[in-house]
């Protein structure tokens, strides 16, 4: 199981459905407008077919306070940051941090998504380690951290984001 995480607005929800898009073509052509999107209230269950099923469970980001009621049997967790709103920066990162110190998710992969590039006033991957002290919260973390750009809204980095799920659940069996 695969949880995928992050704030309110954050582009989750459009991300899954991208991620199912992107998977069912193989990486080919174009993925076109994106689809419609409401705010997750509770959870979503998604199984992503890429070389093997994935199941991805979405928590909305209003269900913060109970993430933590579904951490057992994850796997591997997709955290999504919004790079467009710096606002919104250090209440991610403490909802960074409280995934990273929690005992049941010790043993899962977390790959940090730094969504929304394709909008003008994205802040850099460089910008956000620095802002959120990256570096720091890695060498401090049990579990293998990795990073990534992505605009779930135009199918970027999309393709690394599978790859990275398929690595990561075969590698787990």
């Known amino acids: 199981m695969c949880l995928l995480l992050g704030a309110t607005g954050v582009g989750k929800t459009l991300l899954v459905k991208r991620l199912q898009e992107v998977s069912s073509r193989d990486g080919k052509g174009d993925l076109g407008e994106p689809p419609p999107t409401r705010p997750t209230v509770g959870t979503n269950l998604t199984d992503i077919v890429a070389q093997r099923k994935i199941t991805i469970r979405e928590l909305g980001g209003c269900m913060g306070p109970i993430w933590s009621s579904y951490y057992g ?8 940051m919004d790079a467009s709103d710096p606002t919104q920066l250090s209440a991610s990162c403490v909802q960074l941090l409280g995934l990273l110190s929690a005992e049941q998710l010790a043993e899962a992969s977390v790959l940090i998504l730094f969504n929304k590039i394709d909008l003008p006033c994205y802040m ?47 590698a787990n069996d």
Do not use: Y
């Not at 970027?156 to 075969?170: P, S, Y």
């Open 124 to 170: 850099s991957t460089e910008e956000m380690k620095s802002l959120i002290r990256l570096p720091d919260i890695i060498a401090c973390a049990k579990q293998n951290i990795t990073t990534a750009e992505i605009s779930a809204r135009e199918g970027t980095g999309l393709a690394g984001v599978l790859a990275w799920l398929q690595a990561t659940h075969r």
């Open 73 to 80: 049997n994850c796997r591997s967790l997709l955290f999504v």
